[in-house]
């Protein structure tokens, strides 16, 4: 197994005070997983998720059903 680091991102559209989550995609294909942390915390906790539960929550986000209440 290599010792990829996370390449962490955030989106294009995180322009809200600071509330914002970073991703790193870069595991998607090699390990099946995204782990996703609090920008604010970088050295804090990462919360992991597979490639399908990511990819259903963007496409809830795309779509107006999964968002802030």
């Known amino acids: 197994m290599t010792s990829e680091t996370p390449r ?27 782990p996703v942390r609090d920008s604010k915390s970088v050295d804090g906790p990462v919360v992991t998720f597979s490639t399908a539960a990511f990819s259903s929550f963007v496409a809830g986000v795309k779509a107006g059903t999964v968002g802030a209440a």
């Open 8 to 34: 962490w991102f955030k989106s294009s559209y995180s322009d809200n005070g600071g509330a914002c989550v970073e991703a790193a995609d870069n595991f998607a294909m090699t390990r099946g997983m995204v």
